[in-house]
């Protein structure tokens, strides 16, 4: 069953239509034939309501697809509610929903209770029609939205009595706020000893795909990069020239662990980290992320492996957006000590930790392998 029904209004009705018909009986018996005709007037019109009620909403459906939108924070969305009725039609009934405050209704009132919203909307639909409700919305905090309760309010088109519709499935419908980018400075230096994508004029690697001209032959260069359509056109050897290149990827490991929880300003370190994403997607420059929250999966932590472009930036994005105070945190010197067992430390990796002691002893190895910044919190950094 999809709607859990609540028609308290019509088992008052029964007892009213068991009252008129004992009535009906009096005026019958006492020969009052125009109170009869009157009592059966009004027991139809309860019958008729009765029933009404009993089937109203029956044949009402949801399409409850799932469907995931992401915001950028004080961005625009919406809920998109569509329903289908196979049955009677409904008339000036009443939708509700229940959402968390991760995104505010744009133009409507609405009753906030904590850290939910309630929103109540007209909702009219008739016999094998088919409607869909939008409800503007704007990126209020970063996080993940969801609708956890809906019901639908059917009222009696000529009475006062009303059931209520409650939806039991989980509602697949998800709005996804991404974090507020704050401007952090930012700077990184490619490294010309390891072979990448960054374009150098003093590496020591070139890229075979990015021919950029020719020069005279000398006896030091390979004979696989004469450019013979040059030489034949010059009637001299012509090298090829390629564009040197250099790594500058990234990487970012966030620690989000205070003794049993999450750190105080978890939001604040979660905007600086997806500002420093930001900044990465603008240069072109490849990065990876890790933070120590437990996930299921080959990674015992939320990891992002390398990767650069838009498609990296959404992923980014989306992992720091599904970050609560409520998930379980895993100690930072088990993740480092992951990440120097199973991964291949980039050129740059920045470590931001209100805590360096605790990765001491990764500090001082990864100081000879990479180049090593370590980033506290703000306040920190302002007493520094």
Known sequence: MLWIRHDEDAKNMKWVLGFLLVLFIMAMAFLQFAAAAAIIFVVAAVSLQLIYLRQAGKKLVFQNERL??????????????????????????????????????????????????????????????????????????????????????????????????????????????????????????????????????????????????????????????????????????????????????????????????????????????????ENCFSAGIPYAVAVNVRSAGKMPYLYLSTGLGQKQRQQALELLSIISKNNATLPYSTMLGHLDIHTELPYTTYLLTDKPKEALRFITKWSMQTELTILPNRQERELA
Do not use: C
Request: glycine share 6%; proline share 6%.
């Open 68 to 277: 995931r939108k992401r915001v950028l924070y004080e961005g625009e969305s919406s809920w998109q509610l569509v329903f289908h009725n196979e049955g009677l039609p409904i008339w000036g009934g009443h939708l509700k929903i229940w959402f968390h405050h991760t995104v505010e209704p744009i133009g409507r009132q609405n009753v906030s209770f904590g850290d939910v919203i309630e929103l109540d909307l007209p909702f009219t639909i008739g016999h094998k029609q088919t409607i869909e409700i939008e409800v503007p919305l704007t990126g209020n905090r970063r996080g993940i939205s969801r609708i956890t309760k809906m019901e639908v309010l059917i009222p009696h088109p000529f009475g006062e009595a009303s059931i209520t519709l409650e939806y039991q499935p989980r509602i697949l419908h998800e709005q996804l706020v991404f974090p507020k980018l704050q401007k952090y400075s930012f700077g990184y230096t490619p490294s010309p000893q390891k072979p990448g994508q960054f374009n150098l004029k003093h590496s020591l690697f070139d890229d075979a795909f990015q021919p950029i001209g020719t020069r005279d032959y000398v006896s030091t260069d390979q004979f696989n990069q004469i450019h013979w359509k040059a030489s034949v056109r010059m009637q001299n050897y012509q090298t090829k020239i390629f564009s040197q290149v250099a790594n500058e990827s990234m990487l970012f490991a966030l620690n989000v662990s205070a003794h049993y929880g999450t750190i105080h300003d978890l939001e604040e370190r979660i905007e600086e980290l997806a500002s420093y994403v």
